[in-house]
Antibody
Framework: QVHLQQSGPGLVKPSETLSLTCVIS??????????WNWIRQSPSRGLEWLGR?????????EYAMSVTGRATINADTSRNQFSLQLNSVTPEDTAVYYC???????????WGQGALVTVSS | EMPMTQSPATLSVSPGERATLSCRASQSVRRNLAWYQQKPGQAPRLLIYAASTRGSGVPDRFSGSGSETEFTLTISSLQSEDSAVYYCQQYNNWPPAFGPGTKLDIK
């Protein structure tokens, strides 16, 4: 059974960088069938897909238009984890952030526990 | 991003009764639709994928139907633990997109 464990700071100052990590157990970040996603949830934006990474002979990275240019997702094979960095945050980036796994088609069968990130000075 | 709509926004149903939740896509998503249940303080839980296939461990009182642009989640014989917000999500078009949710209260 796949389990995702998230970690990261709960408070980030405006204009700084939000960083979150998702540790995978029960699967490999280098899986040839899975994809590793970041999703956030806020009262104003609802559930919003942010981006994903996956390995199919090489690494792929895809981002939502709303965060393109600010978001970076990385995969760390040595630690079997993936991460999200979001630059130049504003209070509008305040949300609960989730990591999630996709296998086969793009429904999200496995989720991390979620992490509330507040952007405030 | 393709917008999804859900109705009603809130639904209140008595235990033992049936709840019917609707999800609409602005264009066809074929049967590439999933449903999730979210309880307070928890991550969403996959209930249904491919419009009508139950996820692992999901009770058979949860059923999904529909295709193209109109979808329904039916919860028969409601139980108190079914109180939650339910979201639909399309994965036919890129990027994947969620509906705004229906809050289900058990009277």
């Amino acid at each position: 059974q796949v389990h995702l464990q998230q970690s990261g700071p709960g408070l980030v100052k405006p204009s700084e960088t939000l960083s979150l990590t998702c540790v995978i157990s029960g699967d490999s970040v280098s899986s040839n069938t899975a994809a590793w996603n970041w999703i956030r949830q806020s009262p104003s934006r609802g559930l919003e897909w942010l981006g994903r990474t996956y390995y199919r002979s090489r690494w792929y990275y895809e981002y939502a238009m709303s965060v393109t240019g600010r978001a970076t997702i990385n995969a760390d094979t040595s630690r079997n984890q993936f991460s999200l960095q979001l630059n130049s945050v504003t209070p509008e980036d305040t949300a609960v952030y989730y990591c999630a796994r996709v296998d086969k088609q793009n429904w999200f069968a496995t989720w991390g526990q979620g992490a509330l990130v507040t952007v405030s000075s | 991003e393709m917008p999804m709509t859900q109705s009603p926004a809130t639904l209140s149903v008595s235990p033992g009764e049936r709840a019917t939740l609707s999800c609409r896509a602005s264009q066809s998503v074929r049967r590439n639709l999933a449903w999730y249940q979210q309880k307070p303080g928890q991550a969403p839980r996959l209930l249904i994928y491919a419009a009508s296939t139950r996820g692992s461990g999901v009770p058979d009182r949860f059923s999904g139907s529909g295709s193209e642009t109109e979808f329904t989640l039916t919860i028969s014989s409601l139980q108190s633990e079914d109180s939650a917000v339910y979201y639909c999500q399309q994965y036919n078009n890129w990027p994947p997109a969620f509906g705004p949710g229906t809050k289900l209260d058990i009277k």
